[in-house]
């Protein structure tokens, strides 16, 4: 890896692609990295869309899992409560 290169665990795409482990370029702007090697795709705010190491991401990875269950129980038990006349 060169200078500007290091190593980031992504969890912009979690909840359809997982956790991807990923060697990423300074894009020079503040809390942003470019995933090298892919013609332009950008992570943005560390914490949320890419980590610096696995544990956070996991940590991430889980609230949003969770947060989305949460969402898609209110909407099952909305579909459930639906009547028909």
Known sequence: MSEN???VWIT???LTEGI????VKESG????VEIVGSNGIYCHTEGKEWH????????????????EIIKLEKKIQKLKDMKFE
């Not at 991807?20 to 060697?23: A, P």
């Open 5 to 7: 290169t290091f190593t």
């Open 12 to 14: 912009k795409y979690v």
């Open 20 to 23: 991807r482990e990923k060697e």
């Open 29 to 32: 702007r503040d809390g942003v």
């Open 52 to 67: 610096k190491d696995k544990e956070s991401a996991i940590k991430k990875a889980e609230e949003m899992r969770n947060k």
